[in-house]
């Protein structure tokens, strides 16, 4: 148990009498272990307003914070084979995925939908991290495709945000094999002449990296997010080296040239927009006009 739950929430208790303090009134932040009241992180997006540590975002709240007035409209995705394997570890992976179910109460690791971002319409697919680490099965290569193809038929730009452990090893080859399958679904989106633009959260590993998290128009990641294909340590053991500070952390990366930009996640909506208006001619053109 924590101090906040140890000391704390008790000392609460005694200064409000017997009225129940909800288990959920303070957060403490994985990065400098400051107490942050929940409605303060709330307000500020899930970010540390001591250190700006970028916390973990649910699905829902990404949706709320992106979309004008957090309006959108999500769209129901393609059903995948639940078990293709018949897998089974210490439990059937077809209870494993009832449980995320219930628990998230999601679908699956991928969440698309449609609205406006800066007043330019645009899809956004968004991996749900809470959802099995957001690993990428069959069926989030489904919604993917889903999603690409929304983009095409609603002639907008495709943003997609990532949050991902990488492949799901319950899926096997079928999983690695929505590597290629989201390659080509981003390929369809720039064929059409559309922007498609990809915006990497803490963490961002394995086969999405390896894919369509790194074929942007604009490549976009929020501050100190983990990317890399392999794990830091697997790296350091593979090439008997120490590996150099902020190792694939946004802002090495962005030191480096493989990314465009490192926003944080108050100026994310702000930043979306303009590289819409900017990426969209005939939108540019509309909004001129």
Request: glycine share 8%; net charge neutral; hydrophobic share 45%.
């Amino acid at each position: 148990m924590s101090w906040l739950t140890t000391y704390v929430r008790p000392k609460v208790r005694n200064l409000l009498g017997k009225r129940d303090v909800p288990d959920n009134l303070w957060t403490q932040c994985e990065s400098c272990n400051q107490m942050i009241f929940s409605r303060e992180l709330e307000k500020a997006l899930n970010v540390c307003p001591h250190c700006g540590h970028h916390m973990r975002a649910l699905v829902a709240d990404r949706l709320a914070w992106t979309f004008d007035n957090g309006e959108c409209t999500r769209i129901e995705l393609p059903r995948a084979a639940s078990d293709p394997l018949g897998f089974r570890d210490q439990k059937r992976y077809v209870d494993r995925i009832k449980e995320q179910r219930a628990k998230s109460q999601l679908d699956e690791a991928l969440v698309v939908a449609h609205g406006t971002i800066g007043g330019v319409k645009a899809v956004v697919a968004v991996m749900a991290y809470e959802f099995m680490a957001g690993t990428m099965g069959a069926a989030l290569g489904e919604g993917f495709v889903a999603a690409a193809r929304l983009a095409v038929l609603q002639q907008a730009p495709l943003i997609v945000f990532t949050a991902s452990g990488g492949a799901r090893m319950q899926e096997g080859m079928i999983s690695l094999m929505q590597m290629p399958r989201t390659t080509v679904a981003v390929q369809m989106v720039k064929d059409a002449g559309l922007p498609y633009v990809v915006v990497m959260t803490n963490p961002t590993t394995g086969g999405v990296t390896a894919s369509f998290a790194m074929l942007g128009d604009v490549q976009i990641a929020e501050p100190n997010a983990l990317i890399g294909f392999a794990g830091p340590r697997v790296i350091e053991q593979t090439v008997r080296e120490t590996l150099p500070d902020g190792f694939q952390r946004s802002e090495f990366l962005h030191e480096h040239g493989m990314l465009d930009m490192v926003v944080k996640r108050g100026e994310l909506r702000e930043t979306l927009g303009r590289l819409l208006l900017l990426l969209s001619v005939k939108d540019a053109f509309a909004h001129a006009a």
